[in-house]
């Protein structure tokens, strides 16, 4: 009885370690396939300039801008590190492609990918009747870094940043501010006008732009912060 007992426990034994290797066996294969199917993502891949690093790029995030005949795609990068669970890690957004109905060749918001785009929104006059929802694309804006302020040898979403404007469908194309530490919020205020509530170092300003011009209207500061050092 006792030579019964120790093989079911032996048994038992074999059941769970060859329970555990094909659980294993199928967690390394579903990582790896689903690194393959990034990997059928990537349109180009090229290397810093600076630092000779890999990256690789793809379109993402398709949407379309209401009342308008036109789409926008994200382009974005990540590093090719070294290892399994780091394949694509960090990625961010170095350009927007737009396409147009009307257009025989899709548009670039940049003519290269060197830079980091923070943010890239589109702004919505109220739907009428729908409380709450956007109805209409009036204009589009970017928050984007396009230098290395910080001293770490690349852009990266921790340098000061620039904010641009353009039309609904990605035209007119125009930097408005630069120099940011952090853009806090980017409005309509009616149909009218662009309010934005940005921070440069101690300065808390409040500039306003023209939607049908981008021109802008004001640009003032309303409150110093104390205890926020300048970065210079």
């Known amino acids: 009885m006792k030579n019964f007992f120790t093989a079911i426990r032996r048994i038992n034994s074999l059941l769970l370690f060859g329970g555990l290797i094909v659980f294993t066996v199928l967690v390394l294969w579903g990582i790896g396939s689903g690194i393959e199917e990034r990997n059928r993502d990537v ?58 109905g009307d257009d025989k060749a899709a548009r670039w918001l940049f003519p290269n990918q060197d830079n980091v785009i923070h943010t890239a929104a589109q702004l919505l006059a109220p739907a009428e009747g729908e409380p709450g929802k956007g109805g209409a694309a009036l204009a589009l804006y970017f928050v984007y870094s396009d230098q290395d302020t910080s001293g770490d040898g690349e852009v990266t979403k921790s340098d000061r940043s620039k904010l641009a404007l353009a039309k609904a469908d990605g035209e007119g194309f125009a930097n408005v501010l ?35 011009t981008l021109a802008k209207e004001f640009d003032r500061e309303v409150a110093g912060i104390p205890g926020i050092e300048h970065r210079d």
């Open 43 to 100: 349109v180009a891949t090229a290397k810093t300039s600076k630092t000779g690093e890999e990256l690789r790029f793809r379109l993402e995030e398709p949407k379309d801008i209401p009342d308008t005949d036109t789409q926008m795609l994200k382009l974005t990068a990540s590093k090719a590190q070294s290892g399994i669970a780091y394949s694509g890690y960090e990625r961010n957004t170095r350009n927007i492609l737009f396409l147009s």
């Open 178 to 212: 630069s120099g940011i530490d952090h853009v806090y919020s980017v409005s309509l205020v009616g149909e009218r006008s662009i309010s934005i509530l940005y921070r440069v170092g101690k300065s808390l300003r409040h500039a306003r732009y023209a939607v049908a």
